[in-house]
């Protein structure tokens, strides 16, 4: 009997739960018609204008020409209300772009082409007191749109209990202004963080390509998100457009830096063509054209960049394990396509404002940092490793005029160094570096190496990186300057000079001498 007491004590809980939940909120979910008017006056368009069936929740383009900022629509619909005492305010979801919001002829809020801030943020207004009535009321909203982009009501209208509405309120204020905000804050933390600890020690293009992207995220999410904005909405559209262009670049950089696999001349005809984009979008584009160079090069950007991803992708294949390549898929592939889907669904898909790459920015340089850092970690960890087992009880017997001697013991030690100089040769491997992380100085590990390879490091690492060159240069049809940059040289110069130190011919001569099959004939 008591179970049969709790089951209908719960039982009529959940009835009372679902009751006030339909008290709380009245959707409207259909019946809306439009007029094609750009009348400000809504007495004016409610006795003279001609009133179509229209749907609102997908958005849609004004058939109106000429090149004014702003084209409007009015748009009705009625409710029925019981309780209209229940009712506190009203919310539209997103709308795209500006309006005036209408209920039995009284003005209950808007947002005008001359107060847009942040893109489609969503629109919750009070109701005044006395203004619902029980019955049928209307509805109407005068939408403005943005030049011939898409507009309409992205989410559902509804009439919502005071308790709902300031929660609805809250929700959406969270999600489209303090979680941005605070992404915004955590990405220029990232950036200061970078120029703290990466200029001091590497000057060279990663770290600049992170601090770089840093900046230009930090833009774009401003651009979109920024309660207040000091540019007008087609100025900032050409910006975001730019935003996409100059971060395809630095993704690419970053990506080949992360992964030690450099392809120089195809970056820079794929960096010549995003700064023509660039230019293009600056010096040409006119947001009020609905197929203007922005949406153009943006759709050409994602198709461009999706192929540069798969070339290095494809030219990583045979170079790194199947743990790198996984890595790769996470930190490039996947990122790439989240972010060419945003911006090709809000170029042919729903047309709504690409908002899922925002959120999933920080993931990325999450996902970066944490490689970064484990890549590191890595390292130290092998390396003080050996150091432990070195440290102490290393006996090196120098004599006057002779060179050092090593034990057995030592020289088993060392052969694991070797091991992770031969397996990392591509990567930046000095004495220095080795040293530090080792937690030994430099003088003391060179001495115990040189007195067990006869090299010293810097040139046992370049003995390394030759020889994988001459094996590409035998096995490979690989550009001189591509296989310089895998083995882990920074510039050609570098790689020819030591190559000739080493081999006494140049690379070229090398090749052909090892494949004259593949020599150019002098006939």
């Known amino acids: 009997m008591r179970g049969w007491i709790i089951v209908l004590l719960v039982a009529c809980s959940f009835a009372g739960c679902g009751e006030k939940r339909v008290s709380d909120e009245l959707t409207v979910k259909s019946g809306w018609k439009a007029c094609y008017s750009q009348a400000a006056d809504l007495d004016a368009v409610s006795e003279t204008g001609t009133w179509v069936v229209k749907d609102v929740h997908r958005l849609f383009r004004l058939p109106y020409g000429?090149?004014?900022p702003f084209k409007f629509i009015w748009l009705k619909t009625s409710v029925a209300v019981e309780q209209p005492e229940g009712y506190y305010g009203i919310s539209l979801g997103r709308l795209y772009d500006s309006d005036e919001v209408y209920i039995n002829g009284t003005l209950c809020g808007d947002r005008r082409p001359d107060d847009i801030q942040e893109y489609h943020f969503p629109r919750n207004y009070g109701i005044p007191p006395g203004v619902l009535k029980k019955g049928e009321n209307e509805i109407h909203?005068?939408?403005?749109?943005?030049g011939n982009e898409y507009g309409g009501i992205r989410g559902a209208v509804k009439l919502l209990s005071e308790s709902r509405f300031k929660r609805q309120k809250i929700c959406d204020s969270l999600l489209f202004l303090h979680i941005p905000l605070a992404i915004i804050s955590m990405l220029f933390g990232l950036m200061v963080?970078?120029?703290?600890?990466?200029?001091?020690?590497?000057?060279?293009?990663?770290a600049l390509a992170v601090v770089g992207i840093l900046m230009v995220w930090i833009v774009d999410l401003t651009l979109l998100f920024a309660p207040f904005q000091i540019f007008g909405i087609g100025i900032r559209t050409n910006l975001l457009w730019v935003s996409s262009f100059v971060s395809s670049i630095l993704f690419v950089i970053i990506i080949q830096k992360t992964f030690g696999?450099?392809?120089?001349?195809?970056?820079r005809v794929f960096v010549s063509i995003e700064a023509g984009f660039t230019l293009w979008v600056l010096v040409a584009n006119d947001p009020l054209v609905y197929l203007n160079s922005g949406k153009i090069t943006g759709a050409l950007n994602v198709l461009i960049t999706h192929v540069m991803i798969g070339i290095l992708f494809?030219?990583?294949?045979n170079h790194v394990d199947l743990k790198m390549k996984t890595l790769f898929c996470f930190l490039a592939v996947i990122p790439g396509e989240i972010i060419g889907i945003d911006i090709l669904n809000y170029l042919f898909g729903t047309h709504t404002v690409p908002y899922l790459h925002a959120y999933f920015i920080p993931l990325i340089m999450l996902l970066i940092t944490l490689f970064h850092r484990w890549r590191r970690l890595v390292d130290i960890r092998q390396l003080e490793e050996l150091a432990l087992k070195l440290k102490d009880k290393d006996?090196?017997?120098?004599?006057?005029?002779?060179r050092s001697m090593v034990t057995a013991q030592v020289k088993r030690k060392l052969n694991r160094l070797i091991d992770h100089m031969e397996m990392n040769y591509h990567l930046p491997l000095t004495r220095e570096n080795l040293a530090e992380k080792a937690?030994?100085?430099p003088d003391y590990l060179g001495r115990m190496f040189k007195a067990h390879s006869g090299k010293k490091i810097n040139d046992y690492v370049n003995d390394l990186r030759i020889r994988a060159a001459c094996r590409l240069l035998t096995e490979s049809?690989?550009?001189?300057?591509d296989i310089a940059f895998a083995v882990g040289f920074e510039s050609l110069a570098t790689f020819n000079r030591s190559f000739m130190k080493t081999m006494n011919v140049s690379p070229t001569e090398y090749r052909q001498i090892q494949t004259p099959s593949i020599a150019k004939s002098p006939f």
């Open 477 to 481: 049809q690989d550009k001189i300057v």
């Open 141 to 146: 909203i005068r939408l403005g749109i943005f």
């Open 439 to 441: 937690g030994l100085s």
């Open 314 to 317: 494809f030219r990583l294949w």
């Open 66 to 68: 000429g090149s004014k």
């Open 261 to 267: 696999f450099q392809m120089p001349r195809l970056t």
């Open 395 to 402: 006996e090196i017997h120098e004599n006057a005029g002779q």
């Open 193 to 206: 963080n970078a120029l703290a600890h990466y200029f001091p020690k590497d000057r060279e293009s990663s």
